[in-house]
């Protein structure tokens, strides 16, 4: 999430927390009504206008959390409706993921090039004489823009000696690399589910909390409550995510406090990938492709699925960490259910694939494994461990950095083809993963490996994490040099695999 956004950051942390005390305390969900008055209490409003608005914003976040649909101003019922179908120990939801709670959204303006009041109409008025379209005027007492004239150029604004013009946009929509958000008939936020990859950028980005996503934390807890063997596979981005104070086998020991029977990290299913992709690179670049993307960014995947179908098939035939983690998994626990933790919203919709679902039973956030130990009041910088984890590679672990899958790819490559030249590029963040595969489609890009991830950073900067880019970078790279194997060909948790 964005730290400075703190009290946003704050409702939802409290939403994940509140969700998880219902499933842990089996609270009967026709009092659901009950946690808004729980979670905002008495009768002034801290963040919006009024208490009934802020009560009626959290009731929908309430019933996301839980799994269920969003639902408009105009469709309101109890807060408990439909809860019969959520109300069990499997997964439930279907998509879309990620949407708008439209009497949250305060249908920012959209794509504005505007003068403010620091113009002081120059004689020289250089905006005006800049316009190619002759929209700015100098009225009384200051340039003004006719707005249906404008074409947002931005040449007024390099123009203006005072930097009296701006320009900005709704905060969600100019985040979305694939243009998924438009506006509906009142001008708020709407999302084009047909382009929307859930890459969940702009839930981190919207100021006001109007959009947000289903989440599974409900049936994974009565999963483990009622008695089902489930593991977790933990994505490697998840050091430094709890703490400074916390040590990554803390987190380990916390999550196995859950009742979860034991956890493995993602980043074993990463060395699998690398092996396999590199392979393939070889084998097929370039001549039966002419590039090869990664495959371990889903947001990246979806995005080359839906607006690159033809160049779709040379995206690695490879799976991603977290199949293959948990394909390792259910080889020696057939009757194991597994949930994947990591920064990531779109694995839950990778999750829901048809060649995934047999694999991973749920998919949860490192910020709503928080709210699990908050509602357990589990203090994981306190817990003694035993053991270090030490299932996955140097190169297996750094995947959560941009860059990381590439470099391991291109290591592993080397090692079997010590001659062969690899090309190779990165791009974080989908505009700029749109802006490579464009290029790609153009033959700009023959021969190259391409790694696309779809947020900034890399998987340290998923909108699912809960500390900043910079210090988990930190703590990724360090982790990352603690492991025994340098290569994935030096792990010996892969010799028995049936890869």
Request: proline letters at 4%; charged letters at 25%; a negative charge.
């Amino acid at each position: 999430m964005k730290e400075s956004y703190v009290d946003i950051i704050k409702i939802r942390r409290m939403v994940f927390a509140e969700v998880a005390r219902l499933a842990y305390e089996d609270v009967d969900l026709n009092h659901l009504e009950d946690s808004t008055y729980y979670l905002l209490p008495g009768e002034r409003a801290i963040y919006r206008e009024n208490i009934f608005r802020e009560r009626a914003v959290i009731g929908e976040r309430l019933r996301m959390a839980l799994g269920m649909d969003v639902r408009s101003a105009g469709d309101m019922g109890p807060m408990h409706e439909g809860f019969d179908k959520i109300d069990i120990n499997e997964r439930v939801y279907e998509p879309p993921l990620v949407n708008v709670i439209s009497f949250a959204c305060e249908a920012c303006p959209t794509k504005t090039v505007k003068v403010t009041n620091t113009c002081r109409k120059c004689l020289a008025h250089p905006c005006e004489n800049q316009c190619p379209v002759n929209a700015i005027t100098i009225e009384k007492t200051a340039a003004v823009i006719d707005q249906e004239k404008c074409i947002k150029c931005g040449k007024c604004i390099e123009a203006c000696p005072y930097s009296a013009i701006i320009k900005y946009d709704r905060p969600c929509a100019s985040v979305c690399g694939v243009n998924a958000i438009g506006s509906d008939e009142l001008g708020r936020a709407k999302i084009d589910h047909d382009k929307c990859v859930s890459c969940g950028r702009c839930i981190s980005e919207c100021p006001f909390g109007a959009i947000a996503d289903k989440s599974q934390i409900y049936q994974l807890i009565k999963a483990i409550k009622s008695g089902k063997e489930i593991y977790a596979i933990i994505a490697p981005s998840f050091v430094g995510q709890f703490g400074a104070l916390t040590k990554p086998d803390q987190v380990i020991e916390g999550i196995k406090k859950l009742g979860i029977k034991d956890v493995v990290e993602v980043s074993l299913g990463a060395d699998i990938t690398t092996i396999n992709e590199a392979k393939e690179y070889l084998e097929k670049v370039p001549d039966e492709r002419p590039f090869m993307g990664t495959s371990c960014c889903s947001a990246w995947s979806f995005m080359v699925r839906k607006l690159f179908p033809k160049e779709y098939q040379y995206i690695s035939d490879s799976s991603s960490p977290m199949i293959y983690t948990a394909q390792y998994v259910k080889q020696d626990h057939p009757n194991a259910q597994v949930v994947f933790i990591g920064p990531c919203i779109s694995k839950k919709l990778e999750a829901l694939e048809e060649k995934v679902a047999g694999y991973v039973d749920f998919v949860i956030t490192f910020e709503e494994l928080m709210g699990m130990f908050i509602a357990k009041d589990i203090e994981i910088s306190d817990l003694e461990v035993d053991k270090n984890i030490q299932d996955a590679s140097t190169s297996g672990r750094g995947y959560a950095i941009s860059g990381g899958v590439a470099d391991a790819v291109t290591s592993v490559a080397k090692e079997l083809e010590p001659d062969r030249e690899i090309k190779t590029e990165c791009a974080q963040g989908l505009h700029q993963c749109v802006k490579m595969m464009k290029l790609a489609k153009a033959g700009k890009k023959n021969g190259y490996l391409l790694e696309g991830m779809a947020c900034n950073g890399g998987c340290i900067g998923g909108p699912g994490t809960l500390t900043s880019i910079n210090r988990v970078r930190k703590d990724v790279t360090k982790f990352s040099e603690q492991s025994p194997y340098q290569t994935p060909f030096h792990n010996e948790k892969l010799n028995n695999l049936d890869k």
